[in-house]
């Protein structure tokens, strides 16, 4: 059975940080494509960052400089460091492992930013 669970969310003031983490089971997951979305209430969910098996990185443009996502394949796991954080990154957050096969979703995290 595959898990995806996601740590690390919280309220936080504008300009601050924090560290998201999400711990794959029941997956190799050095095969997997990870990726952080997030989504804000009354929005659609979309793409925050990806990495690849080979450590290729993608970032949405409102995130690039401020976030990076990070791997360890000998944990399992995919980070996400946000820096600089604003009101308008306030949403839930979802780790996402994705191949040519199944896909799979964390439950997700919420991150609040006050301003």
């Known amino acids: 059975q595959v898990h995806l669970v996601e740590s690390g969310g919280g309220l936080v003031q504008a300009g601050g940080s924090l560290r998201l983490s999400c711990a794959a089971s029941?997956?190799?997951?050095?095969?997997?494509?990870m990726g952080w979305y997030r989504q804000a209430p009354g929005s659609q969910r979309e793409l925050v960052a990806t990495i690849s098996s080979g450590d290729r990185t993608n970032y949405a443009d409102s995130v690039k400089g401020r976030f990076t996502i990070s791997r360890d394949n000998a944990k399992n796991s995919v980070y996400l460091q946000m820096n600089s954080l604003k009101p308008e990154d306030t949403a839930v957050y979802y780790c996402r492992a994705v191949s040519a096969g199944p896909n799979y979703w964390g439950q997700g995290t919420q991150v609040t930013v006050s301003s």
């Open positions: 029941g997956i190799t997951f050095s095969l997997y494509v």
